[in-house]
């Protein structure tokens, strides 16, 4: 089974400051891997995803992750942060099978921008 | 393309009565997911219909939970004798078929706010 850790359940940071906002995940096969962000009564949007190729991902809104295998990780990062940042922020993952893809979600972890 | 569209959007019922949720997914999607979604935790798996078929049922599904996908095109969430515990937000997504990289990708409604009192 898969599992996944999001190790902050809140992240406080000035505008125009860096962040990272870490995940770790559990899986005993090949993965592929999904940031997923959640403004307030809002469903969840793609962020970004790691699915082959190039371990180092990156959105149109200048967020980036990277795949460490090793490490089982897949760490969100943006070098400035926007008031327009502040939502919640979910870590995913699913296995590579022959099947369906069931995402196996983290608990979250809300970005607060502050001024 | 119009997304994944869900309804209604909000939903306050008294415990004990039944509600229903529909999930009309992108068209050329033919899977489709349910998750359910508590306050300050990340969405958790229900169930899961490849066309009609529901292949997949959580055992967070009680009994009580059905969802049925009659025609391969949109979905219902069916909760009958609500409870308290069953307050969350309902969310829906759909992904194409597999073989290609669509399939890894779900895309999620806005979601159905359920409010048990």
């Known amino acids: 089974a898969q599992s996944v850790t999001q190790l902050d359940s809140q992240v406080p940071v000035f505008e125009e400051a860096p962040v990272e906002l870490r995940c770790n995940y559990s899986?005993?096969?090949?993965?592929?891997l999904f940031w997923y962000v959640q403004y307030p009564n809002q469903g969840l949007q793609l962020l970004l995803k790691y699915l082959s190729g190039s371990t180092l991902v990156e959105s149109i809104n200048g967020f980036e992750a990277e795949f460490n295998k090793s490490q089982t990780s897949f760490h969100l990062r943006k070098p400035s942060v926007h008031i327009s940042d502040t939502a919640e922020y979910f870590c995913?993952?699913?296995?590579?099978?022959?099947?369906?893809?069931?995402?196996?979600f983290g608990a979250g972890t809300r970005l607060a921008v502050h001024p | 393309d119009t997304g994944v569209s869900q309804n209604p959007r909000h939903k306050i019922t008294k415990r004990g009565q039944n509600v229903t949720f529909r999930c009309d997914p992108i068209?050329?999607?033919?899977?489709l997911y349910w998750y359910r979604q508590t306050l300050g935790q990340g969405p958790e798996f229900l169930t899961y219909?490849?066309?009609?078929?529901?292949?997949?049922k959580s055992r967070l599904l009680s009994d009580r939970f059905s969802a049925e996908r009659p025609k391969g095109s949109f979905s219902t969430l069916e909760i009958q004798r609500t409870e308290q515990g069953d307050s969350a937000m309902y969310l829906c997504?759909?992904?194409?078929?597999?073989?290609?990289?669509?399939?890894?990708?779900?895309?999620f409604g806005a979601g159905s706010r359920l409010t048990v009192l």
């Open positions: 068209s050329e999607h033919n899977r």
């Open positions: 995913a993952v699913t296995t590579i099978s022959g099947g369906y893809n069931k995402l196996i």
């Open positions: 899986s005993s096969v090949s993965v592929y």
């Open positions: 219909f490849q066309n009609e078929a529901q292949l997949e």
């Open positions: 997504a759909s992904s194409a078929p597999g073989g290609g990289s669509g399939a890894n990708v779900l895309t």
